[in-house]
């Protein structure tokens, strides 16, 4: 309980960092020894000392310390391991906690040889034994021999130097080289012990093959009259060495031999299959006989009987001349863990075996081979499973991603390109939700508001939408720390589609459309055929184009290069004008609009009373083929002075042309027609006549009388007024420039609307006038040059495009309509010679 939690296994002190007080939390570990001092415990001092370091599937620690391990203090048949555990929440380990654990363990009495095969090292003990002949011996004189052999006496725990036999040479280190090399020896009362990592750089890779006996397992013959080994062996660690320790004026020299498996496991027909020969050549030297003792095997260092492991569905083989262990791959006792491969999300299976040989030979009588083995299947790549679900009453798009095994972890979330921590991510209208399972593993659901940006709502035809969702969740597994990405592209159909309406009307001259906006075309884009109708585009044809968000309007006159005209009555015309909204990325066509109407045909012409006529022929739908530039009137040379693709409009005077007329006692009828011939072709497909009619004589009676009215009278006043003029975007006066749209671009020639209002005093008595207007190059209005758009009240006559008044008439914005006044100016540039002053 608590931080920490001890248990005894053997030979073996294993010490458990809880996950509940150490997760999230930068460690130190340290071994105390019986002074007091504490040794941080890196991976090389662990190898060298005896610990090994693992992690559970509940992401604790685990220590591990072998019962000879540096530090360790032994006490009859009891060893004590006393740890120290730092923990911080920052890197630099300020502000650490300090936590204290010391165990003691009981081990059983000592093999004459015993062989530890861990993960991190390599461990033989062996005892140390004096023959008799020696103890019986009494040295009278000093150690003089230490005069020889001065670095024997140098050394400490008696042991003096190791040899590691090697194929090419035999190399002495003594012990405090071995230290710095890596090595662990150490010497008690009874036993000589050498420890070994597996990196270190005696160690070799030696392939054991597997006996092939036709005689008693319980006896071996020599190594010259061993029938066959198999072609592919079991790879093995391998360490030959001698250890010399010093008795009195003898040095002694035991065999320190060490072997251990790396290779034995093979992964077939989801089955792992462990096999560890029982004769090991570099640990069989000089032995001519062999027996088997005991053979025990478990998980997690706890011995398993037979019936434990064949509810586990384990399987123990204890061979002729192999020991064989199968394990189910997912079976009891082990775990799954999460793995990374090339970005790819997968699982390996996990399981902590071990087993431990005993035999009996004629050179060590009793030896005991100890193997911890943490076996791990190779990667198996795992698919994510998402799930989606819709709620369209709370607004929320629920996803839910996993599951997940317990050491992988959520940690950002990329949405439309930024990285995003999952504490921020409800400011991006994400809320996130773990949910655990009873086998421990979880799911993580994403809340996603139909209002967030990364929510992209889509089209689909008819009446429904498409709701996606694109976002990459990044995870990470402890302690590995591997990432890896899960894309989550969800997507939801639903049938609530609101497709844009419209209603159409005509006045006089304009056709009218006013399309009202759904929850589907916020991005589509008005076209007439093929040309997008922007603002600027419908400026330029005299079009009225106003978008406020939630309607679309636009008005064009009767007269227009994009109206229809299909049919032609001397009562009426049919006017239709056409518009399509596309998607704005794929234009694709999403939704047609017209609206029709009839028009007069008076429309058409003017008959001036001056003689002048303005007559405007149109082209009907189905004469695509007509080229109205083409167009002429009786007398051919007379051609239409203003032509569009649809229209030709011709100016000319009564007495001209090929006009002919009629009298009669109250009219003169004036008569023509215009004309479409194909080259080489005297009789017209397009004929068009019109007639103006004017009053031979007319005479209006217009009574009055003279009446004598009093001058008027002038009270001259003083006061404050406060006056405003403003630019407005349309005619209609409706919508002004704003100061944040300031400067304004137009092109020459292009109307600008004015308006100039009295704000106050607001006194229904009074009326404004306008009296001059005028235009600068620059922001001062005395500046020079300058131009005259108003010279006393009027229009300025020296103006090739002369200021129009328009009239103001009262509504819900103008309470006084004698307050304002209304003018409008093309747009015009300053030149000095030929030079603009400003573009």
């Not at 308006?755 to 229904?764: F, H, I, S, T």
């Not at 209005?781 to 006559?797: F, T």
């Amino acid at each position: 309980t608590g931080p920490m939690s001890s248990e005894c296994l053997g030979d073996f002190l294993r010490i458990t960092l809880s996950a509940e007080y150490f997760e999230d939390k930068y460690l130190s570990l340290f071994v105390v020894d019986q002074s007091g001092t504490a040794w941080e415990l890196d991976e090389a001092m662990a190898a060298q000392c005896g610990y090994t370091v693992t992690y559970t599937t509940c992401r604790s620690i685990q220590l591990r310390a072998s019962a000879l391990s540096c530090f360790s203090h032994l006490e009859k048949d009891v060893f004590t391991v006393t740890v120290q555990i730092k923990a911080s929440h920052t890197p630099d380990m300020s502000n650490a906690t300090t936590h204290l654990k010391s165990a003691s363990c009981h081990y059983g009495p000592w093999s004459p040889r015993e062989i530890k095969c861990e993960n991190n090292y390599m461990e033989v003990s062996v005892r140390r034994e004096v023959p008799q002949t020696i103890k019986d011996f009494a040295q009278d004189e000093p150690e003089d021999w230490t005069f020889v052999f001065p670095e024997a006496k140098a050394e400490e725990a008696s042991i003096w130097q190791i040899v590691f036999h090697q194929p090419e040479e035999k190399r002495a280190l003594l012990v405090s080289n071995a230290w710095s090399a890596g090595y662990g020896l150490n010497a008690s009362d009874s036993r000589v012990l050498l420890r070994v990592p597996y990196t270190a750089a005696q160690v070799q890779l030696v392939k054991v093959g597997v006996l092939l006996l036709a005689q008693q397992p319980a006896r071996l013959c020599r190594s010259n009259q061993i029938p066959s080994l198999q072609d592919q062996g079991i790879t093995f660690s391998v360490l030959r060495s001698s250890t010399f320790y010093k008795y009195q004026w003898v040095i002694l020299m035991v065999d320190t031999a060490v072997a251990c498996p790396v290779d034995d496991v093979d992964y077939t027909n989801k089955t792992i299959t462990w096999t560890v020969p029982k004769y090991i050549p570099p640990l069989s030297a000089g032995m001519t006989t062999f027996k088997d003792v005991l053979v025990e095997a478990g998980v997690d260092l706890h011995k398993l009987p037979a019936k434990e492991m064949a509810s586990r569905k384990y399987v123990l083989l204890n061979e002729l001349t192999t020991i064989t262990m199968k394990i189910p791959i997912g079976a009891e006792g082990g775990y799954y863990k999460t793995s990374v491969s090339s970005g790819q999300l997968g699982v390996k299976y996990t399981i902590n075996l071990f087993l431990e040989h005993q035999w009996k030979d004629n050179k060590w009588g009793l030896t005991k081979h100890t193997i911890i083995k943490e076996i791990e299947t190779p990667f198996e790549q795992a698919e994510v499973v998402i799930t989606k679900n819709l709620n369209l009453s709370a607004g929320l798009m629920n996803v839910t991603v996993g599951t997940f095994l317990t050491d992988a972890e959520l940690v950002n979330l990329t949405i439309e390109g930024v990285i995003v921590a999952v504490p921020e991510a409800f400011q991006h209208g994400y809320l996130i939700h773990r949910t655990r399972y009873a086998n421990g593993s979880k799911a993580f659901v994403l809340q996603v508001s139909l209002d967030a940006p990364s929510i992209k709502k889509e089209y689909m035809g008819e009446d429904m939408r498409a709701y996606t969702l694109n976002v990459t969740l990044t995870f990470i597994t402890y302690p590995s720390s591997e990432t890896f990405v899960v894309p989550v592209v969800a997507l939801s159909a639903v049938k609530d589609a609101v497709l844009p309406s419209a209603t159409g009307f005509c006045d006089g001259r304009n056709l009218h459309l006013i399309i009202t906006r759904g929850n589907v075309d916020q991005n589509w884009l008005p076209f007439i055929s093929d040309w997008h109708l922007t603002q600027e585009a419908a400026q330029k044809n005299n079009y009225i184009l106003r978008d406020n968000g939630t309607h679309l309007a636009i008005s064009v006159p009767f007269l227009s290069p994009h109206v229809s005209y299909e049919g032609f009555h001397t009562s009426a015309i049919k006017a239709s004008f056409y518009l399509t909204l596309k998607d704005d990325i794929t234009l694709a066509q999403r939704r047609d609009f017209s609206v029709s109407c009839l028009f007069s045909p008076s429309e058409l012409i003017q008959c001036l009373p001056n003689g002048t006529v303005i007559i405007t022929a149109i082209k009907l739908v189905g004469g695509e083929d007509l080229d109205t530039a083409l167009l002429v009137l009786r007398d051919r040379q007379c051609k239409p002075s203003l032509v569009t693709e649809r229209t030709a409009t011709f100016k000319f005077n009564v007495n001209t042309c090929g006009t002919s007329r009629k009298f009669n006692s109250t009219t003169v009828t004036y008569e023509n027609e215009v004309l479409y011939f194909r080259p080489g072709d005297d009789i017209p497909i397009y004929q068009l006549k019109f007639l103006c009619l004017y009053a031979v004589e007319q005479t209006a009676h217009v009574p009055y009388e003279s009446k004598k009215t009093p001058p008027p009278s002038i009270q001259p006043g003083s006061g404050c007024l406060a006056l405003s003029l403003k630019l407005f975007k349309e005619k209609s006066y409706s919508e002004p420039y704003q100061e944040s749209e300031y400067p304004v671009v137009k092109y020459l020639r292009e109307a600008l609307y004015f308006e100039v209002e009295l704000l106050q005093p607001k006194d229904a008595r009074l009326d404004l006038n306008l009296d001059d207007c005028w235009a600068t190059n620059s922001q001062s209005q005395d500046s020079l040059p300058q131009w005259h758009i108003l010279r006393h009240g009027c229009e300025n006559n020296k103006d090739s495009y002369r200021t129009v008044f328009h009239k103001v008439n009262y509504s819900l914005r103008v309470k006084f309509p004698q307050h304002l006044k209304r003018f409008e100016v093309r747009m015009f540039t300053f030149v000095q010679g030929t030079s603009l002053l400003q573009e």
